[in-house]
């Protein structure tokens, strides 16, 4: 027995209409849903931190919810995981025709070719099956560089930038009412945003990437703050903000 078989095994008796676990037989599409979710994160947080076991551990869980996903679908005579095991195995050889056909590597263009498999499902925008779940900034880097392979993009940085400040502008406009209308501040907010995502894809960068190690980096920093104001015999509720700023700039001067 595969190391896989056994896993498939344990999967087919957990939902074991007579024998199984109540918890697993119970569960739907739906409910499991957020743990895979938290399972690839779990996995993500494993590659920063560069702890091979527990990524090896954290994979295994994001495995199982595939397995999870495969058995409910056999079940309910959809597909089985063979299946999946198929689908992708004919996905990753018709979009490496280089490696698995005669085509010559500098002619392959996998958006083309995602292009045509998307086409191929009968759907009608070059924006459908991008998931509504992904995080917003890399939904949004997901449209863009969809829009993009369709020719709907800016051919210079100029424009992307000009762009940003336009919609700061408006974020500030609409900061400076008389009367704060939150749902067009939250729009013109989503705007600068979208315009920020833009303009890091033009420069070569994932926002969603630059922002996670903008988090750390913050992160990382602040607490050496708290532990400056500590030793300064003080919380941090009774430091005022020109202490932890002196602080944060020591902190910063130490990085340099």
């Not at 990524?55 to 295994?60: A, I, S, T, V």
């Not at 424009?159 to 939250?186: F, G, N, S, T």
Request: include cysteine; charge should be negative.
């Amino acid at each position: 027995m595969t190391p896989l078989d056994r896993l498939l095994g344990i999967m087919k008796t957990l939902r074991d209409p007579q024998h199984g676990c109540p918890w697993d037989r119970k569960q739907t599409y739906a409910t499991i849903a957020p743990y895979t979710l938290e399972e690839t994160y779990e996995v993500l947080d494993a590659i920063q931190r560069e702890d091979y076991a527990d990524l090896r551990d954290e994979l295994g869980d994001l495995l199982f919810q595939i397995v999870f996903y495969a058995q409910i679908a056999s079940e309910e005579g959809r597909f089985s995981f063979d299946d999946v095991c198929h689908a992708i195995s004919d996905k990753m050889e018709r979009r490496h025709p280089h490696i698995f056909a005669d085509a010559a590597a500098d002619s392959v263009n996998w958006e083309q070719i995602k292009s045509a498999e998307r086409a191929e499902k009968t759907r009608h925008s070059a924006l459908d099956d991008i998931p509504e779940a992904l995080p917003a900034l890399m939904r949004a880097w997901k449209i863009q560089k969809r829009c993009a392979a369709v020719g709907f993009d800016w051919d210079s940085l100029g424009p992307v930038l000009d762009k940003v400040y336009e919609e700061i502008d408006e974020v500030m406009h609409e900061a400076q009412q008389a009367v704060i209308d939150p749902a067009k501040l939250e729009e013109e907010i989503g705007d600068l945003l979208f315009a920020t995502v833009n303009l890091s894809r033009h420069l070569g960068s994932k926002a969603e990437t630059a922002l996670q190690n903008a988090n750390r980096k913050f992160e990382r920093r602040f607490r050496q703050v708290e532990q400056i104001v500590t030793e300064q015999g003080m919380t941090l509720q009774e430091a005022t903000l020109e202490q932890m700023e002196a602080a944060w700039q020591q902190v910063k001067a130490g990085e340099a």
